[in-house]
């Protein structure tokens, strides 16, 4: 059994900064890509920045420059440093994580966190 567990979101002003952090749990072999997507009210989920094992990290124009992710192979977590904040960064916040087990043959699945949500206001 994988789980995502997601920490960090809040209430925070514009212009200010917050930090999301995601721990992935259970029997798996290893972790590909990492990445983070969020849902505002009446929108779909879209994705904010995904991370390879390798540290190679992937933006929406919407974040770039403001929004950094990373991640702790070692701790098998993800994180998302979140500066400049504006009221259209509101929204509910998703990890996610592609998780691979190898027994007879190699499998991949995504899984998700529960979310996280953040809120952007003055």
């Known amino acids: 059994q994988v789980q995502l567990v997601e920490s960090g979101g809040g209430l925070v002003q514009p212009g200010g900064s917050l930090r999301l952090s995601c721990a992935v749990s259970?029997?798996?072999?290893?972790?590909?890509?990492m990445g983070w997507y969020r849902q505002a009210p009446g929108k779909q989920r879209e994705l904010v920045a995904t991370?390879?094992?390798?540290?190679?990290?992937n933006y929406a124009d919407s974040v770039k420059g403001r929004f950094t992710i990373s991640r702790d192979n070692a701790k098998n977590t993800v994180y998302l440093q979140m500066n400049n904040q504006k009221p259209e960064d509101t929204a509910v916040y998703y990890c996610?994580?592609?998780?691979?087990?190898?027994?007879?043959?190699?499998?991949?699945?995504?899984?998700w966190g529960q979310g996280t949500q953040v809120t952007v206001s003055s």
């Open positions: 996610k994580a592609v998780v691979v087990v190898v027994t007879t043959k190699i499998q991949a699945t995504d899984y």
């Open positions: 991370i390879t094992s390798g540290g190679r990290a």
């Open positions: 259970g029997s798996f072999s290893s972790i590909t890509t």
